[in-house]
């Protein structure tokens, strides 16, 4: 009796680990679905106005043009505070951010503080060894979920430098684990007519993004899903 | 008729641009003889070129004997007054440069980097030039693509709308209408 006690004893306590993995996996597969359901789907009305922190990722010349020429139309007072992320080697992006948002500040009479400018490491230079990129990959994903853990946005708004990626990502990973929801907006740049860029695709493709807007109409025929736009500048 | 007095012709400039990039072939292509004497023919008496990180150097010239007037430079901070004081600007295939100078409605010729990897650029220059807005020319031929243009053909570029976009953002937020 005792032997066979001890003996379902040890089968029991092996199989724990892996019936907990499994559990766990399960749960986690379930999140995952739940998320990618709810991804898309607009958040409710609300009653009383609110603000929405806001992660906004530049990119190099086109990007950053764009991405101002979305900024001058959007409600400052609901997309704040405003948090703008560049790759460590453009240094244009953020000078142009910050003179864009310092004239924010200026036309509200807003005294305080409503934007932060931070740099992260690009996953790649040009022409870097593929070799080599691979740790300089996990190094930039690593620094990404420094900064996001920080500012765990509840918007964020990019436009197509390969810098979103890893920022967006890990927005998804923070809505599977629960960790802060937000709601990632994409927009193709404008020089995508026909075909998407590798980030877009990324995006459209993995369903990551809640709302995809797209500027020329043959990628709305393509990539149904996307908002078709215009042209933004 | 229209000439000043002195018989000197009016200032017509020719800007050509390559933004950030090294575009050698089109720095050469513009700077060969071919491409000056059509320049001439058609009427522009300066050709100043922004060549960016490229390496050959283009041919400085005084266009004092009836030739045109050479001149270049690397970078600017901005080259809108340049823009805004061309008559022609030729460049290369990028979004900004193009728009900027569409929004500034001046005659556009853009010319694809066929160097770069991935030419995702030719679809935006193909496609603006398949509504009117532009011409498109390969190195080779940009010659042929001056001496044919017709610049009054070339319909006004209306600038773009973010409003679309932020009244989308708005209502997926919850925001409402305004």
Not at chain 2, 112 to 131: G, K, P, Y
Request: aromatic share 10%; net charge positive; proline share 4%.
């Amino acid at each position: 009796m005792e032997k066979c006690n001890g003996v379902c004893f040890t089968n029991l306590s092996s199989n724990h680990p892996i019936t907990c993995f499994m559990a766990f996996t399960t749960i986690m597969l379930f999140r995952v679905l739940y998320v990618i359901y709810r991804t898309g789907m607009p958040l409710g009305k609300r009653a009383t106005p609110q603000s929405f922190s806001t992660l906004i990722v530049l990119g190099s010349g086109g990007h950053t043009a764009e991405m101002i020429n979305l900024l001058l139309v959007l409600q400052k007072d609901r997309f704040t505070p405003r948090f703008y992320i560049a790759a460590a080697t453009d240094n244009m992006s953020l000078q142009k951010a910050l003179v864009l948002d310092n004239s924010f500040a200026a036309s509200s009479g807003f005294k305080g503080i409503s934007a932060e400018f931070m740099q992260i490491y690009r996953s790649r230079e040009v022409g870097q060894s593929y070799v080599t990129s691979v740790w300089t990959t996990l190094v930039a994903i690593a620094h990404a979920f420094w900064l996001m853990i920080k500012i765990r946005p509840q918007v964020v708004l990019c436009n197509g430098p390969g810098t979103c990626i890893p920022l967006c990502v890990i927005a998804f990973f923070f809505k599977v684990a629960g960790i802060r929801w937000s709601s990632i907006f994409y927009v193709e740049s404008i020089a995508r007519v026909k075909r998407l860029s590798l980030s877009g695709l990324l995006l459209y493709k993995l369903r990551i993004a809640d709302q995809f807007f797209v500027q020329w109409p043959q990628l709305q025929r393509k990539y149904p899903r996307a908002h078709y736009v215009g042209c933004l500048m | 008729m229209g000439e000043p007095e002195d018989g000197a012709k009016p200032k017509r400039v020719v800007f050509v641009t390559v933004g950030t990039t090294c575009f050698d072939v089109l720095v050469k292509v513009v700077d060969s003889q071919e491409v000056k004497d059509e320049l001439l023919r058609r009427g522009y008496t300066h050709l100043l070129i922004q060549m960016g990180r490229g390496s050959y150097v283009p041919t400085k010239s005084t266009g004092d004997d009836g030739s045109l007037d050479v001149d270049y430079f690397t970078f600017s901070s901005s080259i809108a007054d340049h823009l805004r004081s061309a008559s022609l600007v030729i460049s290369h295939a990028g979004s900004g440069s193009i728009f900027e100078t569409l929004q500034l409605g001046k005659p556009l010729i853009v010319v694809v980097n066929e160097d770069l990897m991935d030419n995702h650029q030719s679809e935006l220059a193909e496609e603006l030039a398949d509504r009117k807005h532009l011409y498109c020319a390969r190195p080779q031929i940009l010659h042929q693509t001056i001496a044919g243009m017709d610049l009054k053909s070339l319909l006004p570029y209306s600038p773009g709308d973010a409003t679309p976009v932020a009244k989308l953002i708005n209502r997926f937020l919850g925001f409402p209408e305004d």
